[in-house]
């Protein structure tokens, strides 16, 4: 009897677990960023205090209004990446407009409403971004230290003359000699006012001699989110057991330990006015509880599990357009709010909109424009074409075609897809 028991609660259990999914919040709070908080399967808004948090800051291309190629930390799991296999975590992407940069202030916002209404460890909550992302991580780490186990800024630089907040928080600074956006001195200096702080123990400087601003496969590392976990808030101390850019652990569509291949999406969840309130009415329990508690406050039902991540096989490899000039605004006013039509919410809390395996529709694509392939300056991909083709019929540079669209050697296109050619 005790065995039927066990079994009766172990398939109720599974039946009730919640899947994967990415809430999107968009244009509800005037005062903060939209946003998607990616959940893993078996996250517990109340209960799941020992969860880390991962904080992707995007670059330009990616900002509100621009139609850039989508990359980045939920763009991976959505990919088919298992970039959190066997260490599951939070990721929170807000979105930001390129005319603005990121504003620290509004950042916080968004930080603090989840540190509210979602239950995390706050001493493992981690920042990253590229380009005018990578300005957005280390303006905000320097401003808010004390909050931040970690962190690592890609191709950008720090507004701040003396940046001493980050000489308290493990950084990892990686740039590319050969940076054409943004000048990898901008890195450079970060680096040389870190110095007249004290000591630079818990720096470490990636001065790369190539790569230029495509170093978004970074975000699909899965060792550079390991490297990340490594580190404690309570326990300031850079982590040298793992070395995610000469030794990367990457998780190609060949490599099955990364791989989960075609078909496997996490739940799009789009958040109403209605479900806002009731996330907004919920606290989490404190860490280290054993209590359960009514999970009544959660905000929508879950579908039958997609508990995997992405049935698009393509990987783009983009990299953002902010010059340095665009980044050093990253900490002056903070982004508004757009409201494009597509960013329309769906009327109750079960509609879920399952991902689609578009590239250039992933998580937050509903405020982000695509490709206008009418454009003369777009050329839409044939049967048998490569890049070097269309470099050649379009009169363009192979490296120039490359560059203007953000791909690296390895980018593998397909019939429909949409290429700048100008």
Not at 350 to 377: L, N
């Amino acid at each position: 009897m005790r065995r039927f028991l066990t079994i009766i609660l172990f398939v109720s259990i599974t039946l009730t677990a919640k899947s994967q999914q990415i809430e999107y919040f968009n244009d509800l709070m005037s005062d903060m960023y939209n946003f998607a908080i990616y959940e893993p399967a078996g996250y517990d808004p109340i209960n799941s205090t020992d969860m880390p948090v991962v904080m992707f800051l995007h670059g330009r291309s990616m900002s509100i209004g621009l139609g850039g190629y989508r990359y980045g930390s939920i763009t991976s799991i959505q990919e088919g990446y298992e970039i959190l296999k066997g260490q599951p975590a939070l990721i929170l992407e807000p979105n930001a407009n390129g005319n603005e940069g990121w504003g620290s202030v509004k950042l916080h916002k968004v930080y603090e409403f989840l540190k509210a209404h979602y239950a995390f460890d706050h001493d493992k909550f981690y920042v990253i971004g590229m380009s005018m992302g990578g300005w957005g991580t280390l303006n905000y780490v320097n401003k808010y230290p004390d909050e931040v186990a970690a962190c690592v800024g890609i191709c950008g630089g720090c507004d701040a003359k003396t940046p001493c907040g980050l000489n308290k928080v493990p950084t990892w600074i990686i740039h590319a000699a050969d940076d054409a956006t943004t000048d990898v001195a901008c890195s450079d200096r970060v680096v040389e006012a870190m110095k007249t702080c004290g000591s630079t123990n818990l720096l470490k400087y990636s001065r790369l001699t190539s790569g230029g601003h495509s170093l978004i496969s970074y975000f699909r590392y899965y060792n550079l989110y390991t490297w990340l976990l490594k580190h404690n808030r309570t326990n300031r101390r850079f982590d040298t057991s793992i070395d995610f850019v000469n030794k990367p652990e990457y998780p190609s569509v060949n490599d099955d330990r990364y791989w989960l291949g075609a078909g496997h999406t996490a739940d799009e969840i789009y958040i109403n006015q209605a479900e806002l309130a009731k996330i907004q009415a919920r606290t989490p329990k404190p860490k280290g509880s054993n209590t359960m508690a009514s999970n009544s406050g959660t905000t929508t039902s879950n579908s039958t599990s997609n508990s995997g991540n992405s049935s698009s096989t393509s990987k783009p490899t983009t990299s953002n357009a902010s010059s340095s000039s665009n980044n050093t605004s990253s900490s002056s006013k903070p982004a508004t709010t757009n409201k494009p039509a597509t960013t329309s919410k769906p009327a109750n809390a079960a509609t879920i909109k399952p991902s689609t395996t578009t590239s250039t529709a992933k998580p937050g694509s509903a405020t982000i424009k695509p490709v206008d392939s009418s454009s003369k300056d777009v050329y839409i991909v044939k049967q048998g074409d490569t890049m070097k083709k269309i470099a050649r019929k379009h009169k363009i540079k192979y490296k120039k075609l490359l560059q203007i669209n953000h791909f690296t050697k390895d980018r593998k296109i397909k019939p429909g897809d949409k290429i700048k050619v100008k």
